[in-house]
């Protein structure tokens, strides 16, 4: 054999875990590379709620000279595992390898036994044992820098993939927009629709206040558990939920990226959008010391961030399809051109799956297009049951 396996087990492991990628990507000019800790979280039982109710474990691959030349976690979420799908299914994630499929097929294999030591019949990967919005897919279009928490692979990874077996479980599309586009972009017929809401009196769109968080945490709550939470699989967030998670936003939200859209003083309609922190990431090699604070603190005080991602978009179900979604960029629009040197220039939508078209549909109709594309592939233990994709929604 020419590789050896090794489970990760002391800080020194990890280290090398986490250094691998930046050996790899070194003469990648479009690799960013992640915070250090924001990988140490993910296995950290004491920081990353996943263990409560699950389990997760690294391994790394050398080469007779004891260099390290692949890495790949496994893990299992106990209460998403059998949720939905035909068998018991983990998942891997964080792989990285030399373009060599022998050792990428020793990773794969090593996962899949253990996985299947602890009754799973099943694989989803590259996923994240954590939510799905970092660390999700693998990137097989769009040769461009990453955003804040998603991964960027080289284009040899999607052969080792699929030479193994994974088979496409979804896709995922991520779409851009120019913030300062004209409304030429928006489908006409949605325009129509959103001109009757532009000028229905009901009808208001705004930005969020910075001094009233409270109040915008319980907005979000409210639209959330209307238009996502059976979506996305994760049931209604709680009050306390909700301003957790507004409160873990406040240091890196603008509030004029924050829009909520209400029908006589209803809230109906959101639009989150967050400022792509890579843009700073890139800078700090990996590490929030004292120095990588202060060049985040400085470009977040002087607005160098011109990308902002679109992280949750959507209308309550008995208010879709009147044009509300298209409203509300049209008025964060007319907000941005009456707005002297606004500092965003570009916008990602944080990706959309293939397993719900009605989403795809609203980031086209407003003038979104399809700039990267990463596939989340699954591989059922058993080569002879029928695979199945992931249903619409």
């Known amino acids: 054999m020419n590789y050896q396996l090794k489970e990760v087990k002391d800080a020194k ?23 250090d ?21 690294r391994w790394l691959l050398q080469d007779k000279q004891g260099r390290t030349v692949g890495r790949i976690a496994a893990f299992i979420n106990y209460n998403t595992a059998n949720k939905k799908n035909d068998q018991p299914t983990g998942g891997i994630g964080f792989f990285e390898c030399i373009n060599d499929q022998e050792a990428a097929n020793l990773l794969f294999d090593t996962a899949k036994d253990w996985l299947s030591q602890k009754d799973m019949e099943a694989m989803d990967g590259p996923v994240n044992f954590g939510d799905r919005n970092e660390n999700w897919g693998l990137l097989v279009e769009g040769d461009y820098p990453p955003n804040y928490g998603m991964p960027y692979h080289f284009s040899y990874y999607k052969d080792l993939f699929e030479n193994y077996g994974f088979q496409i479980y979804f896709k995922q599309y991520t779409y851009h927009r120019k913030i300062h586009s004209d409304i030429s972009v928006i489908d006409d017929r949605v325009y129509e629709k959103a001109q009757r809401i532009v000028k229905d009196e009901n009808y208001h769109f705004m930005h969020i206040d910075k001094n009233n968080f409270e109040q915008y945490a319980e907005e979000f709550r409210e639209i959330f558990n209307k238009a996502w939470a059976k979506f996305v699989g994760l049931g209604k967030i709680t009050q306390p939920q909700a301003k957790a998670l507004i409160k873990k936003l406040k240091p890196i939200m603008d509030p004029e990226l924050f829009w909520i859209g209400y029908y006589n003083k209803e809230p109906v309609a959101m639009f989150l959008m967050l400022p792509d922190l890579n843009q700073i990431v890139k800078h700090v090699n990996g590490k929030l010391d004292w120095i990588g604070k202060l060049k985040f603190y400085y470009m ?80 059922l233990f058993d080569r002879n049951k029928e695979f199945k994709r992931m249903p619409e929604h």
């Open 13 to 35: 492991d990890g280290k090398d875990f986490i250094h691998l990628p930046v050996k790899l990507y070194k003469n990648e000019k479009n690799w960013i590379r992640p915070l």
């Open 37 to 57: 800790d924001d990988i140490e979280k993910v296995f950290d039982p004491k920081r990353n709620k996943f263990f409560r109710n699950g389990t997760a474990t």
């Open 300 to 379: 977040m005080k002087t607005k160098k961030i011109t990308k902002a991602i679109g992280t949750l978009f959507g209308v309550i179900p008995e208010y879709q399809g009147k044009g509300v979604e298209a409203a509300m960029v049209m008025a964060f629009a007319d907000f941005v051109g009456k707005k002297k040197n606004f500092q965003y220039t570009d916008l990602e939508m944080n990706w959309i799956g293939d397993f719900n078209p009605k989403m795809m549909r609203v980031a086209e109709q407003v003038g979104g297009k399809v700039l990267k594309v990463h596939h989340t592939y699954r591989y």
